[in-house]
């Protein structure tokens, strides 16, 4: 167990939705990043919160979007879903979030229909 | 752009060999590299990492090694046990970034 913990496991939608994936952190990791998983593309990472701010953005859509909250969890909202967008999303956190050892939850996989 | 990529994305051993998996990357400004397992329907998992000034770590039963001048990194495995089935990434971090870049993994399967 990472210490890090991500809701819901599964989800399934429907093209058009907007839906909000859910992290908390390990105790004491101020840093939170997301990350997408597809077949095709490995692990893509999507954007890093440090403290409540935004501190580095990967190549997440403008349909998308993420805070940090004051008791550090984190949320992950993705709207106007598409069939591609069908993917795990991994939250992971680490305690500086400059890029050292990350500790990954265990996902919420998303499925678009 | 610069990622980092796999040499093979399979490998099929039998249990008690020794397992080697291989990973290039292409920043030559990357200061740290990280080993992460990750078994199906789970997370990533920490195996090891090595910061740049070194050429070797080991943890127990993996070794890190990491070869500058060709921009290659590798991960051992010794006496490979089933549990080590798993897709194996590695990632690096270019320079102090923020985050870590993942190349798209090396599936283990290890055979009795």
């Known amino acids: 167990d990472s210490g890090v913990t991500q809701t819901p496991k599964h989800l399934i939608t429907a093209t058009g939705q907007r839906v909000t994936l859910r992290c908390s952190p390990r105790?004491?990791?101020?840093?939170v990043y997301w990350y997408q998983q597809s077949l095709d593309q490995g692990l893509q990472f999507l954007i890093q919160?440090?403290?409540?701010?935004?501190?580095a953005k990967g190549n997440i859509l403008e349909r998308f979007s993420a805070q940090q909250f004051p008791d550090l969890h984190s949320e992950l909202n993705l709207s106007s879903l598409e069939l591609g967008d069908s993917a795990l999303y991994f939250c992971?956190?680490?305690?500086?979030?400059?890029?050292?050892?990350?500790?990954f939850g265990s996902g919420t996989q998303l499925s678009v229909l | 752009g610069e990622s980092v990529g796999l040499h093979l994305p399979t490998l099929s051993v039998q249990e008690g060999d020794n397992s080697i998996i291989n990973c290039a990357y292409s920043?030559?400004?990357?200061?740290?590299f990280i080993w992460y397992k990750q078994e199906s329907g789970k997370g990533p998992q920490f195996i090891i990492d090595?910061?740049?000034?070194?050429d070797k770590r080991q943890g127990q039963r993996v070794t890190v090694l990491l070869n500058k001048t060709v921009k290659h990194l590798s991960l051992q495995i010794a006496a490979t046990q089933p549990g080590d089935s798993a897709v194996y990434f590695c990632a690096e971090n270019p320079n102090s970034g923020y985050a870590l870049n993942f190349g798209k993994g090396t599936s283990l399967l290890v055979t009795p």
């Open positions: 992971a956190s680490s305690v500086e979030g400059r890029g050292e050892k990350l500790f």
């Open positions: 090595i910061r740049s000034n070194m």
């Open positions: 105790s004491g990791d101020l840093s």
């Open positions: 920043n030559s400004a990357s200061d740290y």
């Open positions: 919160y440090y403290n409540g701010e935004e501190r």
